[in-house]
């Protein structure tokens, strides 16, 4: 596969316009983040609060804190999934990591870009680069070397 592109956000551009509505739509906003234990939401009540990294003012995420108990169940749902996963032929396996690097690459974009400048305080780029693309390329790279391994086993 090829690696992918990296926008340059020249003033009036879409993906620029994309990225500045993403953050627009993040100001003001906390994001309340629960524990997820095989899909289900638990919200503990139990909280820390993230701040901007560049602005300790700016509360821009409250997240649940598990419970020992909560930690023990998600680690035994991983495993029982795990298997699961195991036991799912990889070609659907592949179908759904090329799903999400296709999201990632079009539909989530701005909003990947928009919480990794907020949150790690980065720019543009650095979050193109560091974020965006590195991850699309870490699952299209996995399932081209994947499928490689399955070609000659």
């Given amino acids: 596969p090829r690696n992918e592109p990296v926008f340059d956000f020249k003033p009036g551009s879409q993906e620029r316009a994309d990225v500045e509505k993403a953050l627009s739509d993040l100001r003001g906003h906390v994001e309340e983040i629960p524990c997820v234990i095989g899909g289900r939401e ?3 009540g139990n909280t820390r609060t993230q701040v901007a990294p560049y602005d300790h003012q700016r509360a821009i995420a409250n997240f649940h804190l598990a ?4 930690i023990k169940e998600a680690i035994d749902t991983a495993m029982v999934v795990r298997r699961e996963w195991d036991n799912t032929p990889f070609e659907h396996r592949a179908s759904i990591f090329l799903r999400i690097a296709d999201l990632l690459s079009t539909k989530y974009r701005p909003q990947v870009l928009a919480t990794t400048m907020v949150g790690q305080a980065k720019t543009v780029l650095q979050a193109e680069i560091d974020a ?22």
């Fill in 132 to 153: 965006t693309c590195e991850l699309i390329d870490f699952y299209r790279f996995a399932v081209h070397y994947a499928a490689e391994l399955y070609r000659v086993q």
């Fill in 67 to 70: 419970s020992e108990d909560m």
């Fill in 42 to 44: 638990v919200f503990t």
